[in-house]
């Protein structure tokens, strides 16, 4: 895992995922560096990845005072036991249904949990973070942050996009990234991540990115994209085309076959 600073009071603990057919996402966890340090999501579970010794690079783990879980899918909760442990004062902030979605596997202790709905704010001693509904999310327990101190966006889920190869997905900046070649990966994960995107009332949606334009980001950063620092402007406008993008449809079952047969010696 690699960990870098997106901004002097903000880390990155960038990773990615190989997506057959589409390439390479992201999977980012943060570090606010606030007065309570807050670890915002907390990555993959994979055997081979150890989010705590990556974590412990960043920050001496029972330091840790927030769990911000943007929404419990198995991306965003791989460390998320092991930190519990670890950081004997944190609590999880999640909402009820992300609480109720973590007990059908492994339950949140009561007593770690702290319920954050979009709209109300987290005190981190020497910042408020505010809840907001991203514009597009999987996971209806979903609620990303928005620092106002930095003023930077942690968006979750929303803005990622696959990328053609693990070194664009972990760098450190989606500059580099071609503008064309960004916009159409955003569109695609828009419509993995949220097909329910084609069927919703283009103006409901439009003002559904309100609350992060009325904030202006001075930076946004999803778990599945890297850093977007400056101008958000793009962001939004490439998003608001989601609702007319090409509907994703995953290969089948015949081309799954098709695809081993190439595999099998002739
Ligand atoms: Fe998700
Ligand atoms: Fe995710």
Request: with cysteine.
């Amino acid at each position: 895992m690699h960990t870098y600073r997106a901004h002097p009071e903000i880390s990155v603990l960038g990773d990615c995922l190989e997506v057959p057919g589409l390439g390479f996402l992201a999977v980012n966890a943060f570090v606010i560096h606030a007065a309570q340090p807050v670890v915002v999501d907390t990555g993959l579970g994979l055997p081979d990845r150890d989010f705590l010794a990556s974590l412990a690079a960043l920050i001496d783990p029972p330091d840790v005072r927030w769990i911000w879980l943007t929404h419990p899918d198995r991306d965003h909760t791989g460390g998320l036991f092991a930190l519990l442990d670890a950081a004997p004062h944190a609590r999880v902030v999640t909402t009820f249904a992300g609480a109720g979605i973590m007990s059908a596997e492994r339950p949140l202790p009561m007593d770690r949990i702290y319920l954050l709905n979009p709209g109300q704010s987290l005190d981190a001693g020497d910042r408020l973070l505010t809840g907001f509904r991203p514009p597009l999310f999987d996971n209806s327990a979903t609620v990303g942050v928005l620092d106002t101190s930095t003023g930077v966006c942690l968006s979750s889920d929303c803005f990622g996009a696959p990328l053609p190869t693990a070194a664009l997905a972990t760098a450190e900046n989606a500059a580099e990234v071609s503008p064309e070649e960004l916009r159409a990966a955003q569109l695609l994960w828009a419509t993995i991540d949220s097909p329910w995107v084609h069927g919703v009332d283009p103006a409901k949606f439009a003002a559904s990115f309100g609350p992060l334009r009325d904030f202006g980001p001075s930076a946004v950063l999803s778990t599945h994209l890297p850093p977007v620092t400056g101008d958000s402007t793009t962001l939004f406008a490439t998003l608001l085309d989601a609702p007319s993008a090409f509907p994703f449809t995953g290969p089948d079952q015949a081309a799954l076959e098709a695809m081993l047969r190439q595999f099998q010696p002739a």
